[in-house]
């Protein structure tokens, strides 16, 4: 895969996409006030993604709260540009994280629009014990009598984790035969094996259902409200269920390489396959890099390709 002049000239003018599956998004090792993240993407066809977010964590690392925005261009499809923002929080407890968050999207050229709201959990365990998902604010999140259980004395051999996602996106469509409005709910899993904080592994699945039975004539839009590994950019119409992985091996102390997929089937029988290969870069304790090629390939349609380049500073 090569970039070509124009991708190159797109990520220079447009700047930054949306989220990546990269080591900049990983929680930092020590606990940080705040946490910058950007991304900025480009395809081989002139569509760009660029997202900005901001982590603040509270009282020792229990709340998490965060305000990301995103925008996205696909002029292929259709001219203007789409984008949304979000609020969300993160409350850290010692055996299990909770979240939520809301957001929506400003009518664009295609005249659609959303409200989000979603909502997740996190189990994390070492071996066959139920711990924090941040060992190392473990004493923080302590809320039991006695002293807390130390850190060290979690065995970080083999760690599992599993975090299921659900969210709702209420859509509203303009379209010259009337107003579509319909909800959109999105179940998302995924079960992580993690070993020796070195090498990692995990299988995603989930699948979508509507208030509304659509038809393959519906009119269709960007979606990017759903995180599929190894995707950067917007799907295009109703995704009906998806599956993939995600991995990733530590190397040379400071590198990670990663590697994401997957393949999202939609309810007009198409097919949509999101790869991602990255390397990521961690020069200091308080910034993180990384660069990502994906690729995108619809059944029986062309191939897209593109770069996407990830940014996190952490103070």
Excluded: C
């Excluded at 993160?90 to 999207?105: M, T």
């Excluded at 997929?261 to 961690?282: C, H, M, S």
Aim: positive net charge.
């Amino acid at each position: 895969m090569t970039a070509r002049p124009a991708l190159l000239a797109a990520l220079m003018l447009t700047g930054p996409p949306a989220w990546t599956q990269s080591a900049a998004t990983l929680p930092p090792p020590e606990p940080a006030s705040v946490i910058l993240d950007a991304t900025a993407a480009g395809d081989t066809h002139g569509g760009w993604v660029s997202r900005a977010e901001a982590t603040v964590p509270v009282q020792g690392g229990k709340y998490e709260f965060s305000a990301r925005g995103r925008a996205w261009r696909d002029p292929k499809a259709y001219r203007g540009t789409g984008g949304d923002v979000s609020l969300g929080v993160r409350r850290l407890l010692y055996h299990v994280s909770i979240g939520a968050r809301l957001g929506a999207k400003t009518p664009n050229a295609e005249g659609a629009s959303y409200r989000l709201r979603e909502f997740e959990t996190t189990l994390t365990f070492y071996g066959r014990t139920l711990g924090p998902e941040r060992p190392e604010i473990g004493a923080a999140l302590w809320e039991k009598g006695g002293p807390p259980p130390l850190a060290s004395s979690l065995d970080r051999t083999w760690v599992t984790q599993a975090h299921a996602l659900y969210s709702r996106a209420d859509h509203r469509i303009d379209r010259p035969e009337g107003r579509l409005e319909l909800a959109h709910h999105t179940t998302r899993f995924e079960l992580r094996e993690t070993w020796r904080e070195r090498t990692s592994l995990a299988l995603i699945g989930g699948w979508s259902l509507y208030d509304l039975t659509l038809e393959p004539t519906d009119a269709s839009i960007h979606l990017l409200h759903t995180p599929y590994p190894g995707a950067a950019f917007p799907v295009r119409g109703w995704p009906n269920q998806f599956f993939g992985a995600d991995g990733w091996v530590d190397v040379a102390g400071a590198w990670r390489l990663h590697a994401a997929g997957t393949r999202v089937q939609f309810l007009d029988g198409g097919v949509e396959a999101l790869l991602g290969a990255g390397l990521g870069w961690r020069p200091r304790t308080w910034v993180r890099l990384s660069a990502w090629l994906h690729e995108r390939r619809r059944r029986g349609g062309k191939v897209r390709e593109g770069i996407s380049l990830d940014a996190a500073l952490l103070f």
